[in-house]
């Protein structure tokens, strides 16, 4: 082993970002940074970097941005920084077997869930949405397949009931620097033997797609609740009102019954907007009307006439 092995890091958003300063500040080796290009963000487009980039600059690391790694340019551009070992996380890209296969202590990867429970780009999203108890981070060695290499090590981490996906993914976000710094000794001296997927119990969180904010009024109060959670404080929930999009920021949830259609308002009062499911019923206290900021439901209802039995979804 080497006594400072030469590391990229290869990661893009928020989550990535206490990984990237673990290693840092431990005093690893990070010879370059791998991340996506500047974005356009936000209601007038600002070319935006991401927070990995922001942070390599601080620090004073090269940064390579390619539109696609796997072009023969980003490839050759990563292979001659020679690193001993990759580690990206929520780097959103594929890393081409060219790379995986040049790094003497091979290429890991940070990832948000218990694989092989849900694979993909979503995972907290996903563990929230489907009303987990449960969830973690894996450190694991990366291979052609989605998110389906031998896991080096695991951590779990309970879901509270207030948890949402911007709590949940701050509480990952660290978790994994950590076990990031855990696994790293033992990986360089040798010292771990990975454990292969059961992949027979491999479940898959695909990221947000625009049909997966939509409400659907028919589903029991607990499921709305948590899709709400679950696409708090991005995406947000949505459905609509008079024909118009309302983002759904929070809500609460009771198996009280009602005898109403699901989505009609039945209540209207300053603690918020009661509305009937298909089991039970939610109290919206914060949403969005289009074109506004959030707000709380009494604010909301101080400039605008909603009243008991309208519906809401009706598009």
Known sequence: MTEHPRIVFMGTPDFAVPSLEALIDRGYRVVGVVTQPDRPRGRKQVLTPPPVKVVAEKRGLSVFQPEKLRDPEGIRSVLAMEPDLVVTAAYGQIVPQAILDAPRYGCINVHASLLPKYRGGAPIHRAVIDGERETGITIMN???????????????IPIDDRDHAGSLHDKLSRLGAELLLETLPDLLAGRIQPVPQDHRRATYAPNIRREDEWIDWR?????????????????VASTTWR??????????????????????VIGVGKDGIEVATGLGTVRIVQLQ???????????????????VGERLGDR
Do not use: C
């Open 142 to 156: 990366m291979v052609p397949e989605l998110d389906a290499g031998d896991i080096l090590r695991q951590r779990a």
């Open 219 to 235: 589903r029991s109060a607990r499921e709305i609740y948590n899709q709400v959670r679950g696409l708090h404080p991005w995406p």
């Open 243 to 264: 024909d118009t999009p309302l983002k759904i920021w929070w809500v609460e949830w009771s198996d009280a019954r009602s005898d109403q259609p699901p989505g009609t």
């Open 289 to 307: 009307p289009a074109g506004k900021r959030p707000m709380k439901a009494e604010e909301f209802l101080r400039g605008r006439r909603l009243t």
